[in-house]
């Protein structure tokens, strides 16, 4: 072989495998590690050891799902300050160096314990909300604060649970108040068909079940046609991969949800992410026949980790202790999430 042939055949080489190289690099992760979390008042524990329990498990993404923090006011002065107290937290702040963090938010960032989108000041929990999560969108711009993030082979869609319910009546049942409100329902919709993830969690401060303490009003069941509506869509639309997540409860739960019994196309997983840091309700400890798991501890978090390079693509959900033990998992595949 004549030296100019080799050179050529060598730079043909380097080139294909600097393309090879690019390509890989283009390819979206097929792994990931994301946390998700809510309930953390750092007035009653001043110190959160869970968040270093989180760094070490390298997530490619925090998720706080409400009542981080607690503020209980729509006045803006105390939005801001709760928020900035909450953020510079030291274990807080040190995971958000390395991690991005996303949110959406409950009653008690909202405004409120257990209250709606009747709020007066909600404007200001708004503004304050987008300003600590650095926020230049979020909802329709105007209103609300849903958003979605993609992470690899996971499509988190936040929820906003606050802003519309109960402002009109609901796209599911004109004669009862809405949770989520057209517009986001309309949103939502949309964003599921066009998502080519194979995993989908939509992530809300609110629990999906019934299994609420007694007198609470705030939680999916009490929208049940809502709730309805949505799984009638996941099946209508072929959409695979869902699963539910909730807060609020003080107690970390994976529930599977018969087909039949949540109207859904598929076996539903819910997992409820309660609390990051904050006392244990012992009255939250409902049966549910849909019930797997359960956590009780004062500080915990959900770990999930998403491989989509298997065949089919694999899902195992960690509830994490502060000290980094795991009080259950459960783990699903692509195959037992679709329609």
């Not at 495998?17 to 690019?22: G, I």
């Not at 809510?38 to 050891?49: E, I, L």
């Not at 089919?312 to 994490?320: G, T």
């Amino acid at each position: 072989m004549t030296r100019p042939l080799l050179l050529m055949l060598m730079t043909a080489l380097l080139g294909a495998c600097s393309t090879a190289k690019k390509e890989l690099q283009a390819t979206p992760q097929s792994r990931v590690v994301v946390a998700f979390g809510s309930c953390a008042d750092d007035r009653v524990f001043p110190s959160m050891p869970i968040f270093d329990a989180i760094a070490a498990e390298k997530p490619a993404a925090l998720f706080l799902i409400g009542d981080t923090p607690y503020i209980d006011s729509t006045a803006l002065e105390v939005q801001r300050k709760r928020h900035a107290e909450f953020r510079t937290m030291p274990q807080l702040a040190a995971l958000a160096r390395t991690t991005p963090i996303h949110a959406t938010w409950d009653d008690h960032d909202f405004g409120r314990n257990d209250t709606n989108g009747t709020l007066e000041g909600k404007e200001n929990s708004r503004l304050a909300f987008m300003e600590a999560n650095k926020l230049s969108h979020a909802g329709n711009g105007r209103e609300g604060i849903y958003s979605e993030v993609r992470v690899g082979p996971v499509h988190v869609f936040l929820l906003d649970c606050r802003w519309w319910a109960g402002t009109e009546p609901s796209f599911a049942d004109p004669d009862k108040p809405t949770l989520l409100g057209r517009e986001q329902w309309e949103w939502l919709k949309a964003r599921l068909q066009a998502s080519d993830a194979p995993f989908k969690v939509l992530a809300s401060g609110m629990i999906w079940n019934d299994a609420v303490r007694a007198n609470k009003p705030d939680y999916w069941g009490a929208y049940r046609y809502e709730r309805d509506a949505l799984m009638q869509f996941l099946g209508e639309a072929n959409i695979s991969g869902v699963l539910l997540m909730g807060g609020d409860i003080h107690r970390s739960r994976a529930l599977i949800h018969p087909a039949s019994d949540f109207r859904a196309p598929y076996a539903m997983l819910e997992l409820i992410a309660s609390p990051l840091a904050n006392n244990v309700h012992l009255n939250s400890k409902v049966p549910h026949p849909a019930l797997i798991a359960e956590g009780e501890e004062t500080q915990m978090a959900m770990i999930l980790t998403v491989d989509a390079g298997q065949s089919p693509a694999r899902l195992l959900a960690r509830c994490i202790t502060y000290d980094g033990r795991e009080l259950f998992r459960v783990e699903r595949t692509l195959d037992q999430m679709t329609p």
